[in-house]
């Protein structure tokens, strides 16, 4: 047959690999789709489809692949079969390909024959993926559901999905996503659909109800897909089920309100306590008060100043509970406890590993009471090379933990105790200078017991009725006598020595036939031995560190002034003094004396 130019123009523009052989398997047309199939897929190695070549002997050619095509064609051509249709896949390239040949006449009776075979490749392979799928929704306890792109009707639920709602699989697929998802309208899904077919959205995780058979609702996050990989695309939703954990999110905010609740009303205890433990009304004792509603609600540091027992770590607790940061912690650090190399660990915290005992990471104070109150409890116990440190963490609010290079940041309110005169400290080179200043922004001096003694009967009161509530007896009266007895006395240890005085007295009463008056006699006769009061003239006569450092110092002034500045020799300073010349010069060297111009 002779093909005229419109005959390969027509065959040429067809999308199939079309080829046509007359009756001894000659090639009389190949049509360029053919041709190009040939040269991508790697078929032409083995099998030669050009005009003029044999189709017989080529597909003999190419191995077991063929032979059965052979064996078809060659059946149609001796005209014992009508037409040939025939499935055959071959490895190219590490890759698969199928195909679906068709072979007949050409305008039978004729003594040519067209064969042409389209790609089925993408039908084979989703029915691969559709058969894999299926056999994982069938034997999967998750979640799993498949349904049409287009008509939106339920194809396949997996083991697990049929279960929790109920509905068998033919069921199922009388469902469309709006009869399951109580939550989505039409327009938001189809919407979403929209946005994955046109590739701008590859995911769509959603929260909703989802409705049961029997009518029960349970809640879940959907995680919807469009697949390309079938077809038609079909539409993937993996639903995982809240119920679990929404129940333990309840149960979080639930104990969450009940610490809330516990916090407030401990927070309300501790105000009640501050407030029951301040008593007094006397001036000193109410000007305290007065500062403190003053500086108590800025970020100020506070130094308060006062001797053991007066109430330094209440007032800081209160400064705490009155100011902006009373959502936050107080967090307190006794100073005198850490041992010198701990220091800086327990203010900055440190890392695992950073030196012999940090078995792990731990935070420091400082981190600790972020946006809360650092309480420093007897600061002038600090190592003088740490409080440069700290003075860089109140200045910049950034520090470092040990071992780490990380520069943190941290925003604490600092509240500092000590029972010294801190200014006497800096003095003797004891404490930083810029480190005082930075700490006592704003001082509060807490006067001893002894010089507020207007205070101590309301505040025996205020403990006998204290404790004999928590002993369980019959409140105690104080007599005038009593309370002329306990302003007689000097309280060295001040409130707290007090306290404690109170309740061994009232347990005492509980367990004595004697009366709280005796009980009291016994009690200060006690302390008085224990800790004996010095005289007016016995105080007079002692002499501290301090003056005595400037009493030598003064003494040496003198025996120069006396001998001129002559140290050595005959009626020399240093004979004056009785002591050698060279710890004479010593002595001077190190007082910084120099002889008046």
Known sequence: MVYTPFDKFYLNGIPLNICVIDKQGMLTFVNKEWEEFSKKSGVGEFFQMTTGQNYFKEGRKAGKTFKPIMTGIQNLVRGEISKFVQEFHYESFNNTYWYLLHAIPLNPPSEEFIIFHNDITPQKQAGNITAIMGKILDNSFNEIYVFDSKTLKFLQGSLGALDNLGYSID??????????????SDNSFKKKLKLQSEEKESLWIFETLLKRKNGSTYPGEVRLQLSHLTNPSVVIAIVNDLTERNKRLNEVESLQRQLKAENLSLKNE???????????????????????SLVADTDAAILIQGETGTGKEMIARLLHDSSQRKSGILVKVNCPAIPRELFESEFFGHVRGSFSGAISDRIGRFQLAHKGTLFLDEITEIPMDLQSKLLRVLQEGQFE?????????????VISATNRDLKKEVQAGRFREDLYYRLSVFNLFVPPLRDRLEDVAPLVEYFLIKFCEKYRIPNIVLSSQDRDKLKDYSWPGNVREMKNMMERAVILCRKSELNFSQILDELLIFLDSEFPQLTESEKICITNEGDLKELNKNNILKALSATNWKISGARGAAELLGVKDNTLWQRIKKLGLEKPQ
């Open 171 to 184: 069921e199922l697929k009388e469902l469309t996503p709006y009869n399951l998802f109580l939550d989505i």
């Open 270 to 292: 501790i105000r009640s306590f501050l407030g029951d433990d301040f008593v007094g009304e006397g001036s000193a004792i109410n000007k305290l008060k007065d500062q403190i």
């Open 401 to 413: 933990r040990v071992g780490e290079s990380e520069t943190r940041a941290v925003d604490v309110r």
